[in-house]
């Protein structure tokens, strides 16, 4: 007998969104809704199935066997209904779009990468990863059509997408020697707001510090912190990509450091239809963690 039952697409929804944000407190984040209405969603979506789909870790979660088939399905099911909607709306969106975007942010765009392509699949869709400045030149020069940057001190333009904290970062248990200058994993000189942040800070308290690694890429970084070589700081949302070697340092007279504004750019002119409809797909998925 065939079973008659049917999903909740809004439930399906908001499991999807726990579940690529990581979390519940980041997936109302990410798409601007309550965290309670989504955990009621989740908990519906549980009472259905009859079993739990999400497993809660602190402030993360993991995926029980339900869950693992769950999710799959309903990726599917959304794309179709979007999908759907996109063709009664009789505008099918063509062209396309050039992104900019640091490595750093990929992991936190990536649902929103895969929701625009699933969304207008007849959109060309080119990535280019690069440090901010490197961007910032880029989509100012028309080679982007849109580019996701870390704010650069004294560069106007540009929409604040949302705030985060630097985090001085280290190897568990990770000392340096008694009296010698803070060891730093930094980012190239003049291209890497982080490594000016962290300078400047240190300055400011009178900390000596010196350049232990310097490296064009996260995996290098987090390799060479990890293994106690030196501390660095990232951003709360990139740490929690990073690998698990590496968390919030524990030296206690390490001074506070700013926080990070994560800027979209566009190039100038008058957007295509495409760039302007990602452009707006990024503004929702990140604009609801902005601080006031």
């Excluded at 497993?55 to 979660?61: A, C, E, S, Y």
């Excluded at 590496?246 to 760039?275: K, M, N, Q, S, V």
């Amino acid at each position: 007998m065939t079973d008659s039952r049917t999903f909740d697409l809004d439930q399906l929804r908001a499991f999807v969104a726990v579940v690529e944000a990581g979390g519940f407190s980041a997936a109302a984040r990410r798409t601007g809704g309550l965290q309670s209405t989504i955990s009621m969603k989740i908990r519906r979506l549980e009472a259905e199935v009859g079993q739990p789909l999400l497993i809660r870790l602190g402030r993360g979660v993991d995926l029980t066997a339900a869950g693992e088939v769950i999710v799959a399905t309903a990726r599917q099911m959304l794309a179709l209904n979007d999908r759907a909607w996109g063709d009664i709306s009789g505008a099918v969106t063509i062209g396309r779009v050039r992104l900019g975007l640091p490595d750093d942010y990929a992991a936190m765009l990536a649902g929103t990468i895969r929701a625009f392509r699933l969304r207008f699949p007849q959109v060309a869709l080119d990535i280019t990863c690069d440090f901010s400045v490197s961007l910032l030149k880029q989509v100012q020069q028309g080679d982007l059509d849109l580019a996701v940057v870390t704010r650069m001190p004294n560069v106007p333009g540009g929409e604040v997408l949302k705030r985060e904290p630097l985090i001085w970062v280290s190897a568990p248990g990770f000392q340096p020697d008694q009296g010698a200058p803070l060891p730093l994993s930094v980012y190239p000189k003049d291209i890497c707001v982080l490594r000016t942040s962290m300078i400047q800070a240190l300055d400011a308290a009178g900390q000596p510090w010196r350049v232990a690694y310097t490296s064009m890429s996260l995996t290098g970084q987090s390799a060479m912190v990890g293994a106690g070589l030196a501390v660095t700081a990232l951003t709360d949302s990139v740490l929690r990509s990073a690998t698990s070697a590496i968390g919030p340092a524990t030296l206690l007279d390490l001074p506070e450091l700013p926080d990070i504004e994560i800027a979209l750019h566009r190039r100038p002119g008058r957007p295509t239809e495409a760039a302007r409809l990602l452009g707006e797909m990024l503004e929702k998925a990140t604009l609801a963690a902005v601080e006031p």
